[in-house]
């Protein structure tokens, strides 16, 4: 039977490095941008989201598109679509009684490029 235990790496020393420390926190952001950041990475934590994101980078949809390309009720997208306005990640716009979604800015699809090349490298590493 294989040994699935990990085995990290510790520190056994007992100096701080105070000057490691300093520098550290006076780069940290504030404390509520760093719960901002979390906020916005939960909301990358749901496929469907993630799904919707990707859609939304070939073109600018409504609700009814975005429901059968996904195969999910116009309801279920609006949910997940109001999530991602609230975080800020979508925008839209209105044509007569239609409602189009969109990213919101070009940092959606970097950070959403960077996330697939990051799990592009690992899988091709064996990581």
Do not use: W
Not at 43 to 62: H, N, P, Q, W
Not at 71 to 85: D, G
Not at 89 to 112: A, C, M, N, P, T
Request: overall charge negative; glycine content about 4%; aromatic content about 8%.
């Amino acid at each position: 039977m294989k040994d699935n235990k990990i085995d990290f790496e510790r520190c056994d020393c007992t100096v701080i490095h105070e000057d490691i420390i300093t520098s550290v926190r006076e780069s940290m952001p504030p404390e509520e941008s760093l719960y901002d950041l979390a906020d916005v990475f939960k909301v990358f934590g749901d496929t469907t989201r993630i799904k919707i994101i990707y859609a939304l980078f070939s073109s600018e949809m409504c609700v009814c598109d975005i429901a059968v390309l996904l195969n999910m009720t116009q309801s279920a997208i609006s949910h997940q679509l109001r999530v991602l306005k609230q975080a800020r990640l979508v925008k839209y716009r209105k044509e007569g009684k239609v409602v189009y979604y969109s990213l919101d800015d070009d940092h959606v699809k970097q950070i959403f490029d960077q996330g697939l090349d990051h799990i592009s490298e690992q899988n091709h590493t064996g990581k």
